[in-house]
């Protein structure tokens, strides 16, 4: 098992506790034992409800990476030094051009070789599985990032001009210019161009099931398999899915408003 | 700075470099005659598979976008609802549900009919990629409709000009103006979407991708593919953006 997974599993211990499905407090725990939804070893509840958990995890996880590599990116293409631009350039063209499965399996059976061969070197002769997660997170950051690069970049382009002037004639030094001056006015205006990139990504991430991460829609799907209902437990997959765009709208509109508060508008 | 910079290109010249290298090296006529025709007959699958979808879901919009904008509140809360399921869930999801999950009812269906088109991978694939990008679409026509203003409106109204007429002299051609960049978006987006259905046994280029890959474990097949979306992706946004130029040189001051 590898290190991430019992992570993994120790967080879920404890985040079953407030497990809204098939936690304590549960709402599945309601239905008869023997339905389709119940929870523990005579209906799938838990095990969806498991894979939930999984899906919420993984874009969790490649949010900051994805936000923070594609802030350095942004800056990148801020510069006046070409040779940035250019490497920012052809950074965010590979992997915004890329269709996003194809960068997930490059991900996933790249790393594998390339494990493989740097254990081969080390004098290693045994093949290494790349956990599932771990590459997913790795190839959905690399995508993310390249589009919220061109989100913030624009966010950059629509401060003016005179604001980084005020922090040089304030007398602050670039860094903290950037930091007390300019992030926070970034934020607000970026924020609705990565509200959609968050939608998004948490779409995207149904997309590593593909490479075996118990997410929801595997994890619907083995449902499906063994039950051959197929039509009610995809339902419940996309029934899941919108739940987490209704919840993250309805989240967004809130931070906008609160962000909002302490801006000058227009 | 300046070092950082000169490095990462440097990095990015290196793989390039190393990248074309290790292909020569892996050059390989066999394969190349094996699976080179089938990743063109891939190839020419995405673009069909794109271009026939993208099409119906043009005309499916159409009373989606008008649903949204209704007056009814009915109506506009069943386009609401389709609007917000189809993109609201993954592409991936709704393909599963209708490939898969229409199998649940196969008696219903075939006493229906249907079964004969559901039980094909490439007709359920076409059938939800057309529901997916007519709920974009809808919401792109409906955001450029809205983005004409009032005075328009008026003006024609002024004019004496009838409704239809209206719509189709006056606001339709400012509207579309708007609605050409995200347009070609969406049409990228389904090329890159439509990667999916290799999931579901349908040989488009990923589907040729994947099947040479577990045939013969080179990694040079994903690189290939990745090259081929790469061209076909970038050239289609060359080409769109020659195109909103040209139709925008009136705009230009």
Known sequence: ?266 | MRVLGATLLGIWVLAGIALVLWLIDAWDIDKVTTYGPKFLSGLATTLTLVGISITLGALLSVPIAFGRMSSNRFLAALAYGYVYFFRGTPLIAQLFLIYYGFGSFRDQMEAMGLWVFFRDAWNCALFAFTLNTAAYQAEILRGAIESVPRGQHEGAAALGLKPVQTFHRIILPQAMIVALRPYGNEIILMIKGSAIVAIVTVFDLMGETRRAYSRTFDFQTYIWAAVLYLVIVEALRNIWQKLEQRLTRHLKR
């Open chain 1, 1 to 266: 098992m590898e290190p991430t997974a019992t992570l993994g599993e120790q967080l879920y211990l404890l985040v079953s506790l407030f497990d809204p499905f098939c936690g304590p407090i549960g709402f599945l725990n309601l239905l008869p034992e023997n339905s389709l939804l119940s929870c523990g070893d005579t209906g799938w509840g838990d095990e969806v409800a498991r894979g939930f958990f999984v899906t919420i995890t993984l874009a969790a996880c490649t949010l900051p990476i994805g936000l923070i590599i594609g802030l350095f990116l942004a800056l990148a293409q801020q510069t006046d030094i070409r040779s940035l631009r250019i490497s920012a350039n052809i950074y965010t063209t590979i992997f915004r051009g890329l269709p996003e499965l194809l960068t997930i399996f490059m991900i996933y059976f790249g790393l594998q070789i390339a494990v493989r061969e740097a254990a081969l070197a080390l004098g290693y002769d045994r093949g290494f599985d790349i956990n599932s997660f771990v590459a997913g997170t790795v190839a959905l950051s690399l995508v993310f990032s390249a589009y919220a690069c061109e989100v913030l970049s624009s966010a950059f382009k629509a401060i003016p001009k005179g604001q980084y002037e005020a922090g040089y004639a304030l007398g602050l030094r670039p860094g903290k210019t950037m930091r007390l001056l300019i992030l926070p006015q970034l934020v607000r205006i970026a924020l609705p161009g990565l509200g959609n990139l968050w939608m998004i990504l948490i779409k995207d991430t149904a997309l590593i099931s593909v490479i075996g991460l118990g997410d929801t829609l595997r994890q619907t799907g083995i449902a499906a398999k063994v039950t051959k209902e197929a039509f009610f437990f995809y339902g419940i997959a996309c029934l899941l899915f919108l739940s987490l765009a209704i919840l993250s709208s309805v989240a967004f509109s809130r931070i906008e408003t609160r962000v909002r508060r302490s801006g000058v508008n227009q």
